[in-house]
Every structure is written in C-alpha cells, then in structure tokens.
C-alpha cells in the first residue's frame, strides 16, 4: 500500500509505516497535479500538513483512497464531512502539538517581560555606540513568578500553558464556557506528580485579574478579544495569541500598545496570514513569530508516529 506525505512526514513516521510495510512517497505533489498522481500511482492514503488541501472534487476523482490524514489540528483544508460521506477515513493528531505550543507561549513571556523582542531589534543598531542607554531602557524588567496567568480556552495548549506556569510559580485562571473544571496533573521528571483543580470563571474576571492573558480558543467568527476585552484587561498586562489569526482584534491590539493600556503582545498566528499587517510587524512591543507553534521536531516526531499507528490500525 502507497502512502504519499505530500506535506512532508518525520523519518519516525516514515520508518514506522515502511516497517509496516507500507511505501511512503515524499514527493512533493503540485495541488493542480495531485489528482492525476494519486490515480497514477494508485495511492492509498493521502497526508497533508496545512499546504495541501483535499477538496470534493479530488475525492470524487481519486477512487484508490482510503485515508486522508492532518498532521496537526486544523482541518480546514480538507472536506472532512463529505470525505467520510463517501467511505474515507480523515484522521489528524490533534495532540501531538500541545507541549510545542505551550513552550512557544513561555518563550514570548519570558522573552516579553524582559523586552527581548525589542532589544533584538536594538542591539544590532546600536549595541555597539548606545549600550549604556539601551541598557537603561530594557532595565524595569519584571519576572513571571509570583504573577497570573489567565488563560482563554482550556482545552489541550491551555493545559498544557497551564502546567508550564504552575512550574514557573504563577497562579493560574482560566475561561472556558464548555470545560466548567478541570484536574491538571503537574508531572516531574522523576515520576512525581502533583494535581491541580481549577474552575472556570468569567472572561471578564480573567481579563481583570491575570498579568498575562493567553488565548487557546478555535478560530471564531467574532473576535473573542476586542477593545472592549482590551480595555478590561490590568494596566501594564500583555497578552500572548498563538492561537488562530483573527481570535484577536489587531487594530484594537496595537492601540492599546500604543497608547500604553498593554506592556507588550506577542503574536504567532496573524489575521492576515501569510502577510501580516506591517503596522504589527514593525510594532516595537510586539513578539512576533511566525506561525510555528507547532514546529518543533519533537511534535512533527510525535505528528509522524501518530499518523503511522493510526493508519497501521485501520489498513492492517
Ligand atoms: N500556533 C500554532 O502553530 C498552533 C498549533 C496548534 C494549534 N493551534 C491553535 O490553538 C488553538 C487551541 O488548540 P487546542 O488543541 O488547545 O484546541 P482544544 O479544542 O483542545 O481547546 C480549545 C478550547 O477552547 C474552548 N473555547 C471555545 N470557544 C471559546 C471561547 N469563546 N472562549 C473561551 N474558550 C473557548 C473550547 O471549549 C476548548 O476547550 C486552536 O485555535 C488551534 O488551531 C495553534
């Protein structure tokens, strides 16, 4: 049986499936060609990252599929419903990522707090003539212990944000209309474990009362985080969306960096993605990264071994 990665695969999950005696093909397949090579090639199982998408019109025309697989979470790119409407299996590895994702959340809240973003930007520049001002200006640092996390959307990333800050000596509050509460188990790398019970309070307790705000919600139609949000939130707060583009309202975002409401904001995912507002990316209080929350080679790892034993399970 064929498997064609036309995203790319890790080589754990290649390994996995070829010793299971599947053949993995890593070509990668230009969209408009994918159709003719999957027929051509008589592919059983089709995966996908983000970049390739497999619409009605490909699964009505490749008839050798069986399975259409998401390395990650999001299945927009893919016609899930009508898929599984005509007999396919869709899988994704909604897990894998989780840890990967909190991590970045910390990287930015550390890097914040410390303006890293912004003396990244500066030593460069003027490392070199303005030292003894640059360090001035990077010298009201703050720390994390001690202060509160208030996390938006408590499924897998939000816990996962969760235990890094209960590692790092913060409180922790969440808001999550669908998880009323929630048991975290802080495990530690000898084997012991520490529990936790958290219960979900309101949006606007979160957002009055956490020094850091960080959003783990699914894209939605409204912003979940407008000016309104912005303007209820502590002086001096910031707030961190790795999340989805457009979960936070931008516009509102830079005014209240600008105006001084927030301390600094760090984004990974854009409303405008690929091409982000220049306005958030040439803001001085803004961590920016570019959508790779997921990127770490131990989720894509966990992505490839997931997939593998998913599809070992169904064809074999
Ligand atoms: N930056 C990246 O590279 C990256 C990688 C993976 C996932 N993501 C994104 O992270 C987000 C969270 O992923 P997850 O795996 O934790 O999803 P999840 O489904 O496990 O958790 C999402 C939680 O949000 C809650 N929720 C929904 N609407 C809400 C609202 N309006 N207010 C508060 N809570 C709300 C849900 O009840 C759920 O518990 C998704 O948008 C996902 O696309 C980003």
């Known amino acids: 049986m064929k498997v064609l990665a036309n995203d790319g695969i890790s080589k ?4 996995a499936l070829e010793a299971a005696g599947f053949e993995v093909l890593t070509t990668k397949v230009a969209q408009e060609q994918l159709i003719d090579y999957i027929n051509k090639h008589e592919i059983d199982v089709l995966l996908v990252r983000s970049a390739t998408t497999a619409r009605k019109e490909l699964i009505d025309a490749c008839k050798s599929l069986k399975i259409i697989g998401r390395g990650g979470v999001g299945m927009d790119n893919i016609d899930v419903a009508y898929a599984r409407e005509k007999g396919l299996k869709v899988i994704n590895t909604p897990a894998a990522s989780s840890q990967s994702v909190a991590e970045l959340v910390f990287a930015h809240l550390y890097g914040g707090v410390r303006f890293l973003h912004d003396s990244n930007r500066n030593m460069p ?12 200006s990077y010298a009201k640092g703050v720390e994390l212990r001690g202060k509160t996390l208030g996390v938006i959307g408590f499924g897998r990333i939000g816990q996962e944000t969760a235990k890094i800050a209960l590692g790092a000596g913060m409180e922790v509050i969440y808001h ?6 929630s048991n975290i188990s802080l495990e ?3 084997g012991r474990s520490i529990d ?3 219960d979900s309070v309101s949006k606007e307790e979160v ?3 956490a020094d850091f705000v960080t959003v783990h919600v699914p894209a939605q139609k409204e912003y979940v985080i407008g000016k309104k949000e912005l303007d209820s939130m502590k002086d001096g707060a910031a707030i961190v969306n790795a999340a989805r583009g457009g ?13 001084g409401k927030l301390s600094f904001a760090a984004l990974d995912t854009f409303e405008n993605e690929p091409t982000p507002a220049i306005k ?6 803004v961590s920016l990264t570019p959508h790779i929350g997921a990127a770490t080679n131990e989720a894509q790892d966990r992505i490839g071994t997931e997939l593998a034993s998913q599809i070992i399970e169904i064809l074999k």
């Open 12 to 15: 754990k999950g290649v390994e």
């Open 125 to 136: 520049l003027e490392g070199e003539t303005k030292f003894g001002s640059l360090k001035k």
């Open 176 to 181: 999550d209309p669908f998880i009323e509460s």
């Open 188 to 190: 530690f790398f000898d």
């Open 196 to 198: 936790f019970s958290f």
């Open 207 to 209: 957002l009055k009362n």
């Open 247 to 259: 979960v936070i309202d931008e516009v509102a975002l830079i005014e209240a960096l600008d105006g």
């Open 280 to 285: 958030v990316l040439m803001n001085g209080k």
